[in-house]
Structures are given as C-alpha cells and as structure tokens.
C-alpha cells in the first residue's frame, strides 16, 4: 500500500499573529537601540536636525500585554483608537443594512445589461463601479460575487473571463490604490500618521481618475483583440464550456422603489462623507460657506438649540462625524426598506459584528506605537531614517519607498495590518524627506493596489482565477503588460504629486 506525504504548503500567518510577533519584536528592539529623543515644534512634530541621545527604557511582558490596551483606550501621553475602530465597526453595519435590500447588487447588474451592445462604454462604467466599492470601502474579498454578477453579460458580447477578471479585480486593486475615503486604509493610515483623512483628498481624486480612465483603456484594448481574434485568449480552449457554465437565461430584476431610495441614500451618504472630509478652508482661506452656515443655524433661538450647538462643519470633519452619518444613515435605510426596529437594530450590529476582527488591529497598530515610544526608540530610528532614506532627495525617496511597500505587500496585503505594522515610522520619515504624511499614505495605498492585482497571497486573485476556472500562471501571461503599465503610472503619479505640492 503507497503511502502519499502531503505537501506542505506555505500559510500566511492570521494578521494578528504577525501584529503579535511585531509587538514582540519591537519591545526586544527597545532592549537593544540606544534611546533619543526630538525636538518639537508647535504641532508636535518632530524637528530635524535637533536628535539627542537619552536613557533607554526597555519594554518587558507585562508592557507588551498593556500596549495594545492602551492603543485602544489611551492615556495620559496617548490617543485611544477607539473612534477608528468604532468607525469601522458602524461602517460594516451600513453596508449589511445596504446588502439587505438587494439594491447594490441588483444596481449592478443593471448597468451591466445596459450598455451590454457598447464593450467600451460598458467596460469603463464597469472598472469606476468596481473602484468606487475599492476606494469607498475596500472592496477586495468578496470581489468573487461581482465577478458572478457580470460574467453572462460579459461572454455574451463575444469576450473572455479574463475580461471579467479584469474588470473585477484591476477594478477593486486600483479603486483601494487611490483609497479617496476608505476607512480601512486611508482612513487606519492617517490615524496612526496623526493627520485627518481628509488631508490629500484632492490628490487621491486625481489618482482615481488617472487610474481609472488608463485601467479602462488597457482592458477595452484587450478586449477587442480578443473580438477580433478569439483564439489569442488565454481561455479560448474553455469558451464552449464558460459559456455553458456561465450563461445565464433569468431575467434581470429592475431596481424596485424601495431600492432605488436606497441606492440614492448610498451615493448621498458617500457624497457627503467626501464633503465633510475635505479640509475646504485649507484648499481657500475665503471658503467659510460651511461654517458660515453652522454658525447661523446653531444661533438661531430654540432651533439652534434643538439641532445641538456643537455640530462639526463640513471640511473639519474626523471619525466621530463619519461614524454618526454612518450610524443615522444605517437607520435611514431600515426605515425605507420598512424594517421593523428590532429588526434594524439586530442587522446593525450583525453588521458591527462581521468587521470586529478588522477594529481590533488597530489598537494592535497604536500598540506598536506606545513601545516604541515608551522605549525612547522611536525618535532614534527616525534619525536613522533622516539620515539615510530621507536624505534622499524627494523622487528618488517615493520611488524607493513604493518599491519597499510592494515588498511588504506582497507578505502582508492587509490595508490594516499594513498600516498597522508601518505607518507610525513611514510617515514621519516623509516629512524628514520634505514631504508630508499623505504622501507616504498615497505610496502605501498604491503598493497595496498593485499587490491585489496580481500577486498569489491576493484573495481576489486566488478565488476569483478558482470560480472562472482560470490557472493563474495564464492570469499572469494575460495582464503582467497592463500590470507594469499600473505601475508605471502609479510612479508618474508620485513623481507628479512631488513636483507640484512639495
């Protein structure tokens, strides 16, 4: 009787067990690297150039137990991540109280089977849909059920599943690539970096739009080699049997009155997160129309009382704003889809419940931070930092820092976790490089997206190849072109932002 030894394959550690091993070793390293200390300016910055030698205060157990604790509550010298993660966990609950309805999924199949006689038009319409989800909310994981929901539409026209692919999965990588407003990246990074997430908006808007319209184009290009030639696909040896397994013959349902109010709720509740996220006084000294506003409205006898005193106006807000709109607008959708208030009330925290795993990193990230800190260790690699990568000057430095966050992508494709494990030292070295915080978020953001988009530790790779039926060495003989073309343009894009805001 043959015995068979199974092999053994390599498994990404859970994002907690590595945020563990990182608390871990960065409290040995507080044993090990001399402490320092900065001098601060008025923003509580550090200044360079004025680095100082101190008595190092090495972390024991018991401070590797209680960083994380006091990541997520604060202290005396620390700001608690609750809000973030509160933040997180009500944004999961309006998406559940949104997926309930039905009124995204049956929104998106709609628009696929409208422009169903236009590839190109549909294909465009198709990747800013997917990259609305990814930079609204970091749409990645479940990018499998888009995939579903578009392939009938998209055989139908004489295409391939690695058009589908595409769509899906370029869609969502480069939609978390710009990250205009997502939480889980964007906003974890500018929380742990000390800044609003509303501070280089503008920048990531650009970067949304850039990537989209070249993401579109590379994909339509595709596409219509494959209708002119079909047997230069990839996938051409499986066109009978997709189209077997995949053509679908029921009838798209229409959005109903209910869904269409609720489809409207979800564009206006992103509308006006953007709004109240852009820091508009920054961007104009002369722009005080919002603040104008609530000050007028809160001075009103009675009224300005009722509707409370010390509403935040748009442009200044941060995540208690973000996570009261979510909150009120969770609630606005139940009463619409008539929800009983039992039932909302339990969809919310089923909702709040499903993204616990991703607030508790977090806490995790802060507590990363308050080793360091409270080891005096901080303020040393920094100087390290300032006197090696930093002195770079500022291209060279966010070409090279992309290429270092690729690296750590690649091994650790969690927005959170990433952030988590990085930002509290990458974003100070920025602004040691003449740069700011958002600048190394964009990079950040950018090494995430190209990660998810062809890389074997990305979900959205592995099970969206799996369901079409699609080897992935094939994936990568079909996009590894378009691929590179991404990031080139993810480099023109940093250089671009360089020359211009720094």
């Known amino acids: ?233 990839t996938q051409f040896h499986r066109r009978e049997l997709d189209l077997e397994e995949f053509s679908s013959q029921e009838s798209i349902e229409k959005l109903n009155p209910m869904q269409k109010k609720v489809f409207a709720v979800f564009i206006l509740t992103f509308s006006l997160l953007i709004i109240g996220l852009i820091p508009w006084t920054t961007l104009s000294e002369n722009f005080t129309f919002f603040e104008d506003s609530v000050t007028w409205i809160t001075s009103i006898p009675i009224l300005g009382t009722i509707l409370g005193k010390t509403f935040v106006p748009f442009g200044q807000w941060y995540f208690n704003e973000m996570t009261a709109l979510m909150i009120i607008m969770t609630f606005v959708v139940g009463f619409i889809a008539k929800y009983d208030i039992d039932k909302s009330i339990n969809i919310f925290i089923k909702g709040a419940s499903d993204l616990v795993s991703t607030a508790l990193i977090v806490p995790m990230a802060r507590g990363i931070q308050v080793l360091m800190t409270n080891g005096n260790i901080t303020s040393t690699i920094l100087n390290f930092g300032e006197k090696t990568l930093a002195n770079l000057p500022p291209i060279p430095f966010v070409l090279i820092c992309l290429v270092f966050y690729f690296a750590l992508a690649s091994l650790m494709p969690s927005s959170s976790g990433l952030a988590a494990a990085t930002m509290s030292i990458m974003a100070p070295l920025a602004v040691f490089a003449g740069l700011h915080e958002t600048d190394m978020i964009m990079i950040y953001n950018f090494a995430l997206g190209i990660v998810k988009m062809l890389m074997p530790t990305s979900i959205i790779v592995m099970t969206c190849t799996q369901v079409v039926h699609v080897d992935y060495m094939d994936w990568i003989k079909s996009t590894w072109k378009m691929w590179i073309v991404v990031i080139l343009t993810c480099c023109i894009l940093l250089v671009a932002n360089v020359l211009i805001f720094s």
């Open 1 to 233: 009787m043959e015995t068979q030894k199974e092999k053994k394959t390599f498994k990404t550690p859970n994002v907690y067990v590595i945020l563990f091993f990182v608390l871990v070793f960065t409290a040995i390293l507080t044993w090990i690297i001399p402490g320092g200390q900065y001098k601060l300016n008025d923003a509580g910055q550090a200044i360079g150039g004025t680095y100082s030698k101190i008595q190092s205060n090495p972390q024991g157990i018991w401070e590797i137990i209680m960083a994380p604790i006091i990541g997520m509550v604060g202290d005396d010298a620390f700001t608690g991540a609750i809000s973030i993660s509160l933040d997180v966990m009500v944004f999961g609950s309006f998406l559940e109280m949104v997926n309930r309805t039905g009124a995204l999924d049956i929104g998106l199949k709609n628009i696929a089977k409208k422009y169903e006689n236009n590839y190109k038009i549909l294909i465009t319409i198709l990747v800013f849909a997917m990259m609305s989800l990814g930079t609204i909310y970091g749409a990645y994981e479940e990018g499998f059920v888009y995939l579903m929901m578009f392939l009938s539409v998209i055989l139908s026209l004489g295409l391939d599943t690695i058009v589908v692919l595409m769509i899906v999965i370029f869609g969502t990588a480069a939609g978390c690539g710009a990250s205009i407003i997502n939480p889980f990246s964007t906003g974890i990074a500018a929380g742990i970096a000390g800044i609003t997430p509303g501070e280089g908006i503008g920048q990531r808007i650009v970067a949304f739009v850039v990537l989209g319209l070249v993401i579109s184009y590379l994909i339509s290009s595709y596409a219509g080699k494959i209708l002119k030639n079909p047997e230069k696909s």
